[in-house]
């Protein structure tokens, strides 16, 4: 019996996604200038959570937006927030955000070990300093709902308020973005192996707060 009582559910794996790709083409010509924006940074194209985005195309806009903010001009340097967007992306099975995103991770300069300790749901073991206190603000907020005031104080003294700020910001968003890649199951592009093992929420929450 599972911790808790709580019953094995089934999770999706990463095969038969549920919306058909969006062809340029096919786009209005209104909406055609947003795949123009998409397509500079997407490392999938048109695909990933863009071809959900882009059934709600004014929606699709507001968020490219702010995402162009979290990831190319928030205050929070490029090595950690690439890290916090792979914490989201373990702790929600979401393999297209791993996949996307451990490889930008890796060329910012987080390491192989932190990298494949995460996959593995386990707390890293050679994490530098600034690491170690993103590891656990992101975690404890992502899976408590609240930091500690310890940990809050220490991670406004050692990166400042408006870096925590878009930390915190960056973390809920990619919530966003996991949910709405696991909703429309989206695989790895060209069928490629997942890079994440499907794990319970429970277990998940045991090892990565261990």
Same mark, same amino acid.
């Given at each position: 019996?599972?911790?808790?009582?709580?019953?094995?559910?089934?999770?999706?794996?990463?095969?038969?996604?549920? $919306?058909?790709?969006?062809?340029?083409?096919? $786009?209005?010509?209104?909406?055609?200038?947003?795949?123009?924006?998409?397509?500079?940074?997407?490392?999938?194209?048109?695909?990933?959570?863009?071809?959900?985005? $882009?059934?709600?195309?004014?929606?699709?806009?507001?968020?490219?937006?702010?995402?162009?903010?979290?990831?190319?001009?928030?205050?929070?340097?490029?090595?950690?927030?690439?890290?916090?967007?792979?914490?989201?992306?373990?702790?929600?099975?979401?393999?297209?955000?791993?996949?996307?995103?451990?490889?930008?991770?890796?060329?910012?300069?987080?390491?192989?070990?932190?990298?494949?300790?995460?996959?593995?749901?386990?707390?890293?073991?050679?994490?530098?300093?600034?690491?170690?206190?993103?590891?656990?603000?992101?975690?404890?907020?992502?899976?408590?709902?609240?930091?500690?005031?310890?940990?809050?104080?220490?991670?406004?003294?050692?990166?400042?308020?408006?870096?925590?700020?878009?930390?915190?910001?960056?973390?809920?968003?990619?919530?966003?973005?996991?949910?709405?890649?696991?909703?429309?199951?989206?695989?790895?592009?060209?069928?490629?192996?997942?890079?994440?093992?499907?794990?319970?929420?429970?277990?998940?929450?045991?090892?990565?707060?261990?």
């Amino acid at each position: 019996m599972p911790p808790f009582g709580i019953r094995p559910t089934r999770y999706y794996s990463g095969v038969n996604e549920r $919306l058909t790709s969006i062809s340029y083409d096919a $786009l209005p010509d209104a909406v055609k200038p947003l795949a123009d924006d998409i397509l500079k940074v997407s490392s999938a194209g048109l695909g990933g959570p863009y071809s959900a985005l $882009l059934r709600s195309p004014d929606m699709a806009r507001r968020c490219f937006d702010f995402l162009d903010y979290l990831r190319f001009k928030t205050s929070v340097n490029k090595r950690l927030n690439e890290f916090a967007i792979l914490i989201q992306a373990r702790i929600s099975n979401a393999q297209y955000e791993w996949w996307a995103h451990a490889a930008i991770a890796r060329k910012a300069g987080l390491s192989d070990a932190v990298i494949e300790d995460l996959r593995e749901c386990r707390r890293p073991t050679a994490m530098q300093d600034d690491e170690r206190l993103v590891y656990d603000y992101c975690v404890q907020l992502s899976l408590n709902h609240r930091v500690q005031d310890a940990l809050w104080q220490e991670a406004v003294t050692e990166m400042g308020e408006q870096a925590v700020i878009d930390l915190t910001v960056l973390s809920g968003t990619y919530v966003m973005v996991s949910m709405l890649l696991n909703a429309t199951q989206v695989g790895v592009p060209g069928g490629g192996a997942l890079p994440l093992q499907v794990l319970e929420p429970m277990e998940i929450r045991q090892r990565l707060l261990a």
